[in-house]
């Protein structure tokens, strides 16, 4: 956990930070990771991206839909978290990363039921919309945050592809 702290303040320190609150990113001035540098809960999201050196494609044009999970899904991965964070699983953080990511604009409103989008990773996710919701296994409990590239849905779990973990 002192590691997730670390990478944390070492992207707060590069001048990644704002002093915007989460009600100012939803004009979508801000880009999806300054968005995610500004709200309390993606500290994990942000050091993890920063580790993978997904920053500034994340900052891109996109557009892009990211699933975002919060500190406490990660935190659910127990010790996994630390060592996808060490530079030798560097590719299997960037596969666990990207599979949270859609290319696109996907708003809730345009989420179909048990569609199965293809990730940047290259595998699909499942969309369940029976009880609100759910990619895979993890529930939607934010949706909508506009950014400039794109728009983010928070997730309280980390989706892992198939055979990366």
């Known amino acids: 956990m002192k590691l997730i702290k670390t990478l944390a303040a070492a992207v707060l320190a590069m001048g ?10 939803h004009s979508g001035a801000k880009d999806i990771v300054d968005t995610a540098v500004e709200t309390d809960g993606f500290d994990t999201l942000v050091a993890a991206v920063q580790a993978a050196e997904l920053v500034e494609t994340l900052k891109g044009e996109g557009p892009f ?12 991965l127990g010790t996994t978290v630390e060592d996808l964070l060490k530079p030798e699983n560097k590719d299997k953080l960037v596969a666990v990363l990207t599979y949270h990511v859609v290319p696109g604009k996907v708003m809730s409103s345009d989420l179909v039921d048990d569609s199965t989008p293809a990730t940047v990773q290259g595998s699909n996710v499942t969309i369940d919309l029976d009880n609100g ?3 895979n296994d993890a529930n939607v409990v934010t949706a909508d945050i506009e950014t400039s ?13 198939e055979g990366v973990l």
């Open 133 to 135: 919701a759910m990619v």
């Open 65 to 76: 839909t990211v699933f975002a999970p919060t500190d406490e899904a990660f935190a659910a």
């Open 16 to 25: 990644l930070t704002g002093g915007a609150a989460l009600a100012a990113s």
């Open 149 to 161: 590239n794109g728009v983010i849905h928070v997730i309280d779990k980390v989706l892992v592809p």
